[in-house]
């Protein structure tokens, strides 16, 4: 049992870095000046060019039980589990949180428009666990945002955080450009948003249910997000540049639109791919 077990974290491990999947591990945290950077939605992960993340990868036993920890099992007794603990007391984390897959393109769950939460349920502990599985999810993976239909739930929550060590991985020019800083975590249900102005941005973004691509999508430059937060006071949030993107592509996720569904035509491509040349005819990057 216990094999089968660590047969499976041990699959995972190399499944997830074949396909360049976002991690926080000791191995993804190398900084090599090949990287690439993932311009939204994770962290820099090494290219497959580098034939060094891959012996590395194949190579970090070591790291394994923290960073493979994918589903946290009631016998699990890893670094996390204090940080749940500290959530749910120790008897619940210990119990009840298995932490969700996140749902893959392809499924249609991501299709559906999500429904709205009962104002007076967001303090009940079935909408309080939803908001801290997808905390949990989302810094597990790690990425900038995610919306409740990306953990199979169709409910309209979302939750996004830009920290100044996910932005230090990206290239300056880039963050400059994209007008990308840090704001603490947002927790927003029922989001309503408004695009404000008519200026827009062109820039490459990826999703975690699209795993190791990207692509270009047209974006609103600022955006009014009114909701409720994690307590249900009402909430309201002025957002520009690459924050403005974010709320754009989970709020897109509760109508179950995918970046996929809106994407610049032909500038789908994989992450290793992410710095050639756009394909003759296509917008140029940047605000308009
Ligand atoms: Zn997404």
Redesign the pocket.
């Known amino acids: 049992m216990a094999m089968e077990r660590m047969k499976l974290m041990v699959s995972r491990h190399h499944h997830h870095h074949r396909f360049l999947f976002l991690c926080k591990s000791s191995c993804c945290k190398r900084k090599t000046s090949s990287l690439i950077l993932s311009p939204i ?1 994770g962290c820099p992960s090494s290219t497959s060019r580098s034939s060094s993340s891959s012996s590395s990868s194949s190579s970090s036993s070591s790291s394994l039980p923290n960073s493979s920890a994918w589903r946290i099992s009631s016998s699990s007794k890893s670094s996390s589990s204090g940080w749940l603990s500290s959530v749910f007391g120790k008897k619940e984390a210990a119990a009840a949180f298995v932490v969700p897959e996140i749902v893959k393109a392809g499924d249609p769950v991501l299709h559906e428009a999500a429904e709205e939460v009962d104002v007076e349920e967001i303090g009940s502990d079935r909408i309080q666990k939803i908001i801290e599985q997808m905390i949990y999810v989302l810094r597990k993976a790690p ?1 900038v ?3 409740a239909p ?1 953990i199979a739930i169709p409910l309209r929550i979302i939750v996004l955080e830009d920290t100044k060590e996910y932005i230090s991985y990206a290239r300056k020019n880039e963050v400059e450009a994209q007008d990308r800083r840090p704001f603490d975590l947002l927790v927003i249900v029922n989001p309503k948003l408004k695009k404000k102005g008519n200026k827009s941005a062109l820039f490459f973004e ?5 795993d190791g691509f990207r692509a270009v999508v047209e974006r609103h430059l600022e955006v009014e997000v009114t909701g409720f937060d994690r307590e249900g006071r009402p909430l309201k949030v002025d957002a520009s540049g690459w924050q403005a993107r974010i709320l754009q ?2 709020c ?2 509760l109508d179950g639109t ?2 996929v569904d809106k994407l610049v035509p032909r500038t789908f491509r994989t992450i290793e791919n992410l710095d050639m040349p756009l394909p003759v005819g296509c917008p140029q990057l940047g605000a308009r």
């Not at 990826?206 to 699209?210: A, D």
């Open positions: 939605w990425g945002g995610l919306a990306q990826g999703c975690l249910s699209v592509h989970e897109d996720h995918i970046y």
